[in-house]
């Protein structure tokens, strides 16, 4: 929606740029869309879905070519490695500087009746609602600079609820905290680190998008392939590019 994380003139070009991908639409448009009212215009993505990340990882270690080995990071190294670990990184590496933080959040389900508050899309605004099911609403997440009281977290994620439907009933149902791994660029790490090992870090808020991204383009320079990047993005996520800056300032992360 139109709002602090994204302006109308904002919204209006990326629809414009993204063509039939995306709809601009007015806010009685939008209300109609989402089954509520919403007070400002939106930026309407009709195929757009829900993915369930838990479901999608169980699906991709089942293929025939992926094997999956539970356990912490061995100390055997000499197979070709991408630490993806977020924001614990293995101690042990000889890696180049870098620059990253961590970043506490939490996503709240609040159980509602589908007659009260009947959500028919997800809506972004300055955090999201999820219908993750006709009577469960997923409100998310808070960016705790500061690491909250969780019930802090659920007072904040109740509130986005509030905005959507007034004063409908919702019942707590439970919560998830996680950490993001933020870098002091708000620019992901992608790419060879050492001679075998590759790094694929840092993607804040928003790896369900960057990190498939990311993966085929660590997979292509492993192989030999021209990577899904162009140079600019190569050199913007290139874990390298800290150490050149800390020769003039130090880790932001660190005074
Ligand atoms: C509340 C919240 C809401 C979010 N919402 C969204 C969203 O809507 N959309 C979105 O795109 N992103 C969202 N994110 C961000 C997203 O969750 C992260 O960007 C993403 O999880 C990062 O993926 P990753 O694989 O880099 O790291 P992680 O998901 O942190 O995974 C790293 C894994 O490495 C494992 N590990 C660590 N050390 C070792 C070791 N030595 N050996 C073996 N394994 C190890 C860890 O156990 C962990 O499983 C959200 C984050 C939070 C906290």
């Known amino acids: 929606m139109d709002g602090t994380n994204a302006a109308h003139a904002q919204l209006q070009s990326i629809a414009d740029t993204l063509g039939d991908w995306i709809q601009f639409v ?6 109609d869309i989402a089954g509520t009212s919403l007070s400002r215009s939106a930026a309407y993505f009709p195929k757009s879905a829900v993915v369930s990340i838990p479901d999608l990882c169980k699906n991709l270690i089942c293929h025939p070519r992926i094997e999956l080995i539970k356990g912490v990071l061995g100390h055997d190294l000499s197979l070709t490695t991408v630490i993806a670990t977020g924001t614990t990184i293995p101690q042990r590496l000889a890696l180049p500087p870098l620059e990253i933080t961590t970043v506490p959040g939490q996503i709240d389900c609040f159980s509602t009746s589908p007659k009260l508050a009947r959500l028919r899309t997800t809506v972004v605004d300055d955090g999201y609602v999820i219908p993750s099911s006709p009577s469960i609403l997923t409100s998310g997440s808070t960016y ?6 969780p019930s802090y977290g659920t007072r904040t994620n109740r509130t986005r609820l ?14 998830y905290r996680g950490w993001r791994c933020v ?3 708000r620019i992901p790490i992608i790419g ?7 790094l694929s870090l840092g993607y804040g808020s928003s790896a369900t998008t960057s990190a498939l991204l990311a993966a085929e383009t660590i997979a292509s320079g492993i192989v030999g392939e021209f990577p899904p990047l162009d140079t600019h993005t190569l050199d913007v996520t290139d874990p390298m590019r800290f150490a050149d800056r800390q020769k003039r300032r130090p880790n ?3 005074k």
Do not use: M, N
């Not at 007015?26 to 209300?31: C, M, V």
């Open 26 to 31: 007015e806010a009685d448009q939008a209300s």
């Open 144 to 149: 705790e600079h500061d690491r909250w009281d």
């Open 162 to 175: 509030g905005k959507l439907f007034g004063h409908a009933l919702f019942r707590w149902v439970q919560r």
């Open 183 to 185: 870098t002091s660029d």
């Open 192 to 198: 060879q680190a050492a001679d075998d090992l590759w």
């Open 252 to 254: 932001p992360f660190t």
